[in-house]
């Protein structure tokens, strides 16, 4: 079964079946490669994986900070290095550019314009495609960021463009699968992210406000209330701390992990 955590982890949920599933909380770093080593494992096919990320730095100093024991003695086995073979992992810097690369993928036919990128033209379709960090692009605080004035619905936006890059990609004749492509979204930051529904105006003469006057602040929202309702399952990771502790840095904690399908707990 497609799981988040190595084979001989003490903490394992077997997940099922999925169309859509969101990974939220202080999961572990290495848990979208696992997803992806067991999705293709369990399909059996030539089928592969692709993961979208913001930051390659962000994502390296992450494993490699996690250092998963499993990782590190599988990783160059046989049958680990040839489905590891079968994941494509693209850094979009932007959010256009990652709805620019969802727009691209498509499976590999005759009639395709050669001239297309080998990296968004699939032999045949991915059994998963993973979006990784997408608050990242919200709160990096680079220039980008800042100046995009993001809303809801920018973040939203790439989720709706995965969805229906998974579908068009379940279509294709040559995808072979009963069950289409499936796609996750890990997001640790989601939980705390809010943005506003509508971009503020920016006034081209700022001088025709009211002497101290204070621009109207744009009223935000909670981004998971809004993404959960595009996914079928969630997988909610949570540190709860010992004895009622303070939550900090060195207080005890444990991690624990709830599956809900449709905001019903599922294990």
């Given amino acids: 079964m ?6 001989d982890s003490t903490t394992n949920i077997d997940l099922p079946k999925f169309d859509s599933l969101l990974v939220k909380g202080s999961y572990p770093p290495s848990a979208p490669i696992h997803l992806c080593l067991s999705h293709i494992a369990e399909s059996g096919t030539s089928h592969g994986a692709v993961i979208l990320t913001p930051s390659k730095e962000q994502l390296e100093g992450a494993l490699l900070a996690e250092n ?3 990782l590190q003695r599988n990783s160059g086995t046989g049958t680990v290095a040839a489905i590891s073979r079968r994941i494509n992992v693209l850094y979009p810097p932007t959010p256009h550019h990652m709805v620019f690369l969802l727009s691209m993928f498509h499976a590999a036919d005759p009639s395709n314009d050669p001239s297309w990128s080998t990296k968004t033209t699939f032999p045949t379709p991915p059994s998963l495609i993973v979006l990784h960090e997408l608050s990242f692009y919200f709160t990096s605080g ?3 960021a800042a100046s ?3 809303t809801l619905s920018s973040y939203l936006d790439l989720v709706v463009n995965a969805l229906a890059a998974a579908s068009s990609l379940s279509k294709h004749p040559s995808n072979g699968t009963s069950t289409g492509v499936s796609l996750a979204l890990f997001d640790s930051g989601m939980d705390t992210l809010r943005l506003p529904i509508l971009k503020v105006p920016r006034l081209s003469h700022p001088h025709i406000e009211a002497p101290g006057e204070a621009p109207d602040e744009p009223r935000v929202e909670a981004v998971y209330q809004f993404a959960r309702k595009y996914f079928e399952f969630i997988l909610e990771f949570t540190l709860e701390h010992y004895d009622e502790a303070p939550q900090s840095s060195t207080a005890p904690a444990r991690k624990t992990v709830r599956l809900l399908q449709k905001d019903r707990f599922i294990k």
């Avoid at 497609?2 to 084979?7: A, I």
């Fill in 2 to 7: 497609p799981s988040v955590f190595s084979k």
């Fill in 68 to 70: 998963d024991p499993w």
């Fill in 142 to 144: 680079t220039e980008a």
């Fill in 148 to 150: 995009s004035q993001p």
